[in-house]
């Protein structure tokens, strides 16, 4: 087994050597307490639980190699639920018990509502998920990183794949008046009216949850859109979808990496087939994305889901930074972070000065025979 820390390739041997010759600064205790937090039940369950499977994967594999400086990963996971109100509780339960960094959260509004509480302790947090701009860009949560890009980089791609592959000029843009959802929709709006190429015949927000969207799919058919790009999550999205095909709208249906994950093809079935979502660019030519994959498949027997691999990436992001800095403290974690390469599934990444990853970003998906394939 070999882990990706500093940009390098370390045997196992190796990583025990260096645990044993490298003193824990300013890490107490016997071991170094890593909160994962994120959806674990619920609708969502499908973005958080990937995340956990990639923390307990790599915190085995950096412990069975001797730790890091010596001491060992704990991990301490924590159901949130994608619930901002819930995040809180979360936060603060983590933080309690003496997380020193955190893997998480998953959903932006909750990442969000969790963030202060984390601050106010100097805890490092790593999403490989919350891609609302705002986390990073407005400077007020200096704890937080993300090893995937934020959505504006991720409405741009989507924009561009309608205005540019599709060929449409009449758009109508639709969320779910989340954090996330209307985040990314504000963008794709705000791209489609730059681009001087294309009309907004719609935008409006919907009810997460309800049980009937026929209100919204008539909009759509009325304002005589060709696609309609979606702000949300899958639960919505795949009733949207169903109820347009049972309308028979021709409308291209086009969402974001909220979507992109084989509950929405699960859920929406047929109905799902031909849609676009936008996820993570496909890291299938990167050796540790399969290393990474493999050890998935090896411990759990299945699918390894959405956001493993920039779960897994930001586990090795933070280990390295940790063995690096010698201290879990939050200035010595974010000097190497911002400073250091690191090689991981998603790409050899560092971090700006805002939290966000260097190297990363989105593709475009079609569901097709019910698989997300990428679109070139």
Request: proline residues 4%; charged residues 20%; glycine residues 10%.
């Amino acid at each position: 087994m070999k882990l990706a820390l500093s940009g390098k390739f370390v045997s196992t041997a190796a990583c025990v050597m260096m645990a044993l010759s490298v003193p824990a600064m300013g890490i107490a205790g016997d071991t170094i307490k890593f909160g994962v937090a994120g959806p674990h039940s619920g609708d969502l369950a499908s973005y958080g639980l990937p995340s956990v499977n990639a923390a307990k994967i790599v915190a085995k594999q950096v412990n069975d190699a001797g730790g890091i400086n010596g001491k060992m990963i704990e991990l301490l996971i924590e159901d949130d639920v994608c619930k901002p109100e819930i995040a809180t509780n979360t936060a603060t339960k983590l933080a309690s018990e003496g997380a020193e960094v955190v893997l998480g959260h998953i959903c932006s509004g909750a990442t969000k509502a969790a963030l202060p509480i984390y601050k106010d302790k100097g805890i490092l947090v790593m999403s490989p998920s919350a891609t609302n701009p705002a986390l990073t860009q407005s400077g007020d949560y200096p704890n937080f990183f993300r090893t995937i890009a934020p959505d504006d980089a991720q409405a741009e791609v989507d924009v561009n794949f309608v205005l540019e592959k599709l060929g449409y000029t009449k758009i109508a843009v639709v969320h779910d008046k989340g954090d996330y959802g209307k985040g990314f929709a504000e963008f794709a709006k705000k791209f489609l009216e730059e681009s001087g190429k294309a009309e907004v015949v719609l935008f409006e927000g919907v009810t997460p949850g309800a049980v009937d969207y026929s209100a919204i799919v008539l909009k759509i058919r009325k304002s005589g859109a060709e696609a309609v790009i979606f702000g949300g999550y899958h639960p919505e999205a795949s009733k949207i979808v169903g109820q347009m095909k049972k309308k028979r709208l021709k409308t291209t249906f086009i969402s974001d990496d909220g979507v992109k994950d084989m509950t929405f093809i699960k859920v929406a079935g047929k109905n799902a087939e031909g849609a676009y979502a936008s996820g993570p660019q496909d890291n299938a030519s990167n050796p540790l994305s399969k290393v990474a994959i493999e050890a998935h498949k090896a411990t759990f027997n299945s699918d390894h889901g959405a956001f493993y691999e920039n779960a897994y990436s930001a586990m090795l992001a933070m280990v390295n930074a940790i063995k690096m800095a010698g201290s879990t403290d939050l200035a010595a974690l974010k000097k190497v972070l911002q400073t250091e390469k690191v090689e991981t599934p998603v790409g050899n990444i560092f971090f700006n000065e805002m939290g966000d990853a260097v190297g990363v970003g989105f593709s475009v998906y079609q569901v097709q025979d019910g698989k997300f394939v990428e679109m070139k």
